[in-house]
């Protein structure tokens, strides 16, 4: 009787143990399980809010293709809205990109081959191409090039080019903008900037202007360039000789019409007739007869022979190196012979600073006579493979 209790008693024991090792097991299955869903749907989560190897990709949208005018409204509204550009980098850019394709998304150069709005060359050419084809639209396609252009902005090796877009001033951006985008920074003899700059106020003129951002960046350029615009007035009024000449070339603002066959009708040198007629070179020899400065008899002089003197015999002018022009000094740029239209001239405003530097000039941007100017917008197509001589004049 006693042995049947034992073994009644172990068989208890043993169920009681297999049952709760059984309730055990599915206690923690179910929490493995419970476990197991929760890591899920939370890697579901994660997954769904940062896909795995994603990237940040400008879309395409088509644009079609509508002339030069509307294409450039449509151009000036991508990069004010979608580069968040000032008005004036917005025109400058577009001063750049109207010299190189006239806005024609389908230009193509015959000779390189370079193509579109930038003229994309070789290796950028190719990565358009890819582009367009990824993006399912045509690469002729207007908002594909400028879709393109956003993602070679986020390129760092464009990154300089981004400065244009912000810029408070237009020929400031025009410059940063082919130097860094269009990548000519080591060729002087492309960047024909009195042309590209003379288009990028255009467009300034015509979209930026009324645009409600343009005037709070021209205040903050004008605060950050004040000290410098005193010390050029400074300047200006000392000359290369004695600064008389300067003072002479401003005494003649507004007068004068341009004319070649009429250029010696300017009057007297001692009495000059506002209403007379002279051209660039006939207006500088009476700015140096009237200083008291060497000229030629009869106004018997053009920007050739002027240049040639300044290199040559020196009997009126001696050439100098630009970096040492000065208020009064002469600058002449020719094309060939430099007669005609293939020539021009002016007196240096200011102390040479480059391209930028300002001219008193006859003809050259001067519409209504004698006025100031500026070297890369005055002398414009003659600056590529021109000869530039800055010279100073000889005292009698």
């Not at 169920?15 to 749907?41: D, M």
């Amino acid at each position: 009787m006693e042995k049947l209790k034992k073994l009644l008693t172990k068989k208890i024991l043993l169920t009681f143990l297999f049952s709760h090792t059984i309730l055990l097991f599915l206690g923690l299955l179910f929490v493995t399980a419970g476990i197991l869903s929760v890591f899920i749907a939370s890697s579901a989560s994660e997954n769904e809010a940062c896909p795995v190897n994603s990237t940040e990709e400008v879309a395409a949208s088509s644009i079609e293709d509508q002339g030069k005018e509307k294409n450039a409204e449509e151009i000036y509204r991508y990069l004010t809205e979608k580069e968040e550009a000032t008005p004036q980098g917005a025109a400058g850019v577009m001063g750049t990109m109207e010299f190189e394709s006239h806005f024609d998304p389908t230009a193509e150069n015959p000779s390189s081959g370079a193509y579109g709005l930038a003229q994309w060359l070789g290796s950028r050419k190719e990565k358009l191409k890819a582009f367009a084809a990824k993006e399912n639209q045509e690469m002729s396609d207007l908002g594909t090039q400028l879709a393109f252009l956003s993602q070679e902005l986020d390129d760092p090796a464009y990154k300089k080019a981004q400065k244009a877009l912000k810029s408070s001033d237009i020929s400031k951006a025009q410059k940063e903008w082919l130097l860094w985008y269009e990548g000519l920074s080591q060729d002087s003899s492309q960047w024909f900037l009195g042309q590209r700059n003379a288009m990028a106020k255009d467009w300034y003129a015509k979209f930026g202007a009324s645009d409600p951002a343009a005037s709070s960046a021209i205040e903050n350029a004008a605060e950050d360039q004040s000290n410098a615009t005193d010390c050029t007035k400074e300047i200006s009024e000392t000359g290369g000789s004695d600064g008389n000449i300067l003072k002479t070339a401003k005494s003649l603002s507004g007068y004068f019409h341009y004319s070649q066959p009429k250029r010696k009708e300017f009057g007297s040198v001692q009495s000059p007739d506002k209403n007379g007629f002279a051209d660039c070179s006939s207006f500088v020899w009476l700015v140096l007869a009237k200083a008291g400065y060497k000229t030629s008899e009869n106004v018997e002089w053009f920007t050739g022979s002027m240049s040639a003197d300044a290199q040559g015999k020196k009997q009126y002018l001696t050439a100098i190196s630009p970096k040492e022009g000065k208020a009064g000094d002469v600058i002449i740029v020719n094309q060939g012979s430099g007669a005609g239209n293939d020539g021009h001239t002016a007196i240096l405003a200011e102390s040479w600073h480059g391209l930028e530097t300002k001219i008193i000039e006859q003809g050259g941007m001067q519409k209504q006579g004698v006025g100031e100017g500026q070297v890369d917008l005055s002398f414009g197509y003659l600056l590529k493979g021109g000869d530039i001589t800055v010279a100073r004049p000889i005292k009698k």
